[in-house]
């Protein structure tokens, strides 16, 4: 299974990007699907997650209310929408998806995207 992202660039603080994730395989994750990220120098952080018939949603509280995690399963694609963006959310976003629900979205994920860059000009 391969995931692969997409969609990040430069944009200028305030503005909006959606990243995409697109899966090799349908059918091949009934867990968390989710967004991570790694800013220079610091260390992975969760971003959000969606369960696998996109019913719930969950959120780190540096972006509630700023990002919004969906997904097309008939596209076997998840999205990240991200508005009103803040220099601090400059990072590598990386895609990832469990195949089979572990009880957390925070780990126990199978299978992680390349990473696409997102850089948040002031």
């Known amino acids: 299974v391969q995931l692969q992202a997409s969609g990040g660039g430069l944009v200028q603080a305030g503005g909006s990007l959606r990243l995409s994730c697109a899966a090799s395989?349908?059918?091949?994750?009934?867990?968390?699907m989710g967004w991570f990220r790694q800013a220079p120098g610091k260390e992975r952080e969760f971003v959000a997650a969606i369960t696998w018939n996109g019913g719930s949603t969950y959120y780190a509280d540096s972006v509630k209310g700023r990002f919004t995690i969906s997904r097309d399963n008939a596209k076997i694609t998840v999205y990240l929408q991200m508005n009103s963006l803040k220099p601090e959310d400059t990072a590598v976003y990386y895609c990832?998806?469990?195949?089979?629900?572990?009880?957390?979205?925070?780990?126990?994920?199978?299978?992680w995207g390349q990473g696409t860059l997102v850089t948040v000009s002031s």
């Open positions: 395989v349908r059918t091949f994750s009934s867990g968390f």
């Open positions: 990832a998806a469990q195949r089979y629900s572990k009880g957390s979205y925070y780990f126990g994920y199978d299978f």
